[in-house]
């Protein structure tokens, strides 16, 4: 059986990167505690603005901000699901706790079974 993967492209100030680091490092913790086998965030290097489509413009990333790419890489979709309801119930990853450093209403995220993995 293959794994299942939650993935995620969000815009974020650029001057928020380490407290993104941060609140990204505790959230991973959380995610790992409930099934997940890894916690990937990637901070955007080599990002093109595209004519048509782009990172960039899905997440409608203004000038001051960065594209950051991430995924969460789970055993299964039913493990996935069991854990994004005790993450989303978990204190440590409440607002007021860990506070989300970048506009989640421009956040793109989605669930993906995986159909190749080499």
């Known amino acids: 059986m293959m794994n299942y993967v939650d993935g995620f492209v969000a815009a974020v100030p650029t001057a928020n990167r380490e407290i993104y680091r941060q609140h990204a490092e505790k959230a991973a ?20 603005e595209g004519k048509l489509t782009s990172f960039s413009m899905a997440v409608k990333r203004e000038a001051d901000e960065t594209v950051v790419f991430s995924w969460i890489t789970w055993p299964s979709r039913q493990v996935r699901d069991e854990a994004w309801k005790k993450v989303m119930a978990d204190p440590r990853l409440q607002p007021d706790t860990n506070p989300m450093p970048f506009d989640g209403k421009r956040l793109i995220y989605g669930g993906f079974e995986v159909i190749v993995e080499v």
Request: proline share 5%; aromatic share 16%.
């Open 29 to 48: 913790v959380v995610f790992k505690e409930y099934g997940a086998l890894n916690v990937v965030e990637c901070w955007g290097d080599d990002v093109p």
